[in-house]
Nanobody, 121 residues
Framework: QVQLVESGGGLVQPGGSLRLSCAAS????????MGWYRQAPGKQRELVAA???????NSADSVKGRFTISRFNAQNTVYLQMNSLKPEDTAVYFC???????????????WGQGTQVTVSS
């Protein structure tokens, strides 16, 4: 079994910063990709940024230059540093991982419970 636990969300004023963390634990053999998605009220869940185990990254155009994704592979942890936050960044942020558990070579998709980020004055 695998669990993804997010932390770091909260309330911040426009222009402020937050850092989200997500730690994967359980019977993990290897992690191929971890990322962050977000879902605002009335909107579809969207990719914010993702990173592979070797450091390749992908991010949404709306956050380029403001958000940075990074990872600490030794702890199966991914971070999302969010700077210059805007009200439109308000959403529930979900951690996602594509990984292999011990006993299988198949990639499986896992999700965290989500953490609320609210950007408001």
């Amino acid at each position: 079994q695998v669990q993804l636990v997010e932390s770091g969300g909260g309330l911040v004023q426009p222009g402020g910063s937050l850092r989200l963390s997500c730690a994967a634990s359980g019977r993990i053999f290897s992690i191929y990709r971890m990322g962050w998605y977000r879902q605002a009220p009335g909107k579809q869940r969207e990719l914010v940024a993702a990173i592979t185990s070797d450091g390749a990254t992908n991010s949404a155009d709306s956050v380029k230059g403001r958000f940075t994704i990074s990872r600490f592979n030794a702890q199966n942890t991914v971070y999302l540093q969010m700077n210059s936050l805007k009200p439109e960044d308000t959403a529930v942020y979900f951690c996602n991982a594509d990984l292999r558990i011990i006993g299988t070579m198949a990639l499986r998709d896992y999700w965290g419970q989500g953490t609320q980020v609210t950007v408001s004055s």
